[in-house]
């Protein structure tokens, strides 16, 4: 695969990374506490309102910067807030496993960005991290050639 170019699929690869490590968390957590139907319907929740958070944050994203508008952006986060507090509460109410696989399921989303970009771009792709792209080090301004100047 070449380094991701544009906004979609950047998106879509976060998505089926978010998908294998959900696949990966009901393996570990067959592992552990077995066959558990409630985890795992939490599970699927949590990661399907993560993905869904992240569709929604991709596309507030490229609204805000066709048409310049901040208001998508506030609508969108606020969505967001809604779509994951409602979900977790249904997912608690139905039963503690259930909860605490809607919990695994929001941070899905979270280890596949961290195992893309932290170990698969870094020892196993010949191109460049898309996240971490600078050719040279940002310069920063010297604060110090202020300090003569009196603020007040």
Wanted: hydrophobic letters at 50%; glycine letters at 10%.
């Amino acid at each position: 695969m070449k380094a991701v170019t544009n906004l979609k699929a950047f998106r879509n690869e976060l998505i089926l990374w978010a998908l294998i490590m959900a696949a990966a968390a009901e393996l570990a957590s067959l592992l552990i506490i077995g066959w558990d139907v409630p985890f795992l319907l939490g599970l699927a929740a949590g990661t399907a309102v993560s993905v869904i958070g992240v569709i929604i944050l991709v596309g507030t994203g490229s609204a805000l910067m066709t048409t310049g508008r901040k208001s998508p952006i506030i609508l969108g986060y606020l969505a967001r807030l809604v779509l994951y507090g409602t979900v977790f509460f249904i997912c608690i109410r139905i039963s503690v496993p259930c909860g605490f696989g809607c919990i695994a399921g929001f941070v899905t989303l979270h280890f596949g960005i961290m195992f893309l970009y932290g170990i698969v771009y870094r020892f196993f792709r010949k191109e460049k991290n898309p996240l971490n792209d600078w050719t040279e080090p940002k310069q920063w301004n010297d604060l110090s050639r202020y300090d003569e100047e009196d603020d007040w």
